[in-house]
C-alpha cells in the first residue's frame, strides 16, 4: 500500500483546508485509515480515523472542527479542517490499518498563523 498525503499550506486562524490521503497497492486490505499529526517537539497524535464500514471517530480536539470522509471511486480519504487555530499547527500523516501491517504516508505541512 502506498499513500500520499496532500493539501496542507499556511491559512489564517479560522480558516478551513482540507487534506487528501490517496492510496494504492492493496487497497482492499485496508481495515481503517486515520489523520495523524505531529508537531514540533511533540509525539504523533490521532485526530481522526475512518474506517473500512465507514464509522469514523475523532479526538476530542478536533470535534465539531475536522470531517474525516473518503472516496472509494477515487481511493481517496479526506480530512476536511474547519475553525483551524494556531495549535493545529502541525505535519499531517495519513496511515492506513491492515491486519498485519500498517503503513504511514509522508507528512504534509498545516501552518496557522494568528
Known amino acids: 500500500v502506498q499513500l500520499q498525503a496532500s493539501g496542507g499550506g499556511l491559512v489564517q486562524a479560522g480558516g478551513s483546508l482540507r487534506l487528501s490521503c490517496a492510496a494504492s497497492?492493496?487497497?482492499?486490505?485496508?481495515?481503517?485509515v486515520g489523520w495523524y499529526r505531529q508537531a514540533p517537539g511533540k509525539q504523533r497524535e490521532l485526530d481522526a480515523i475512518?474506517?473500512?464500514?465507514?464509522?469514523?471517530n475523532y479526538a476530542d480536539s478536533v470535534k465539531g472542527r475536522f470531517t474525516i470522509s473518503r472516496d472509494n471511486a477515487e481511493n481517496t480519504v479526506y480530512l476536511q479542517m474547519n475553525s483551524l487555530k494556531p495549535e493545529d499547527t502541525a505535519v499531517y500523516f495519513c496511515?492506513?490499518?491492515?491486519?498485519?501491517?500498517?503503513?504511514w504516508g509522508k507528512g504534509t505541512q498545516v501552518t496557522v498563523s494568528s
Open positions: 497497492g492493496s487497497i482492499f486490505s485496508i481495515n481503517l
Open positions: 496511515k492506513a490499518d491492515l491486519v498485519y501491517k500498517a503503513y
Open positions: 475512518i474506517t473500512r464500514g465507514g464509522s469514523t
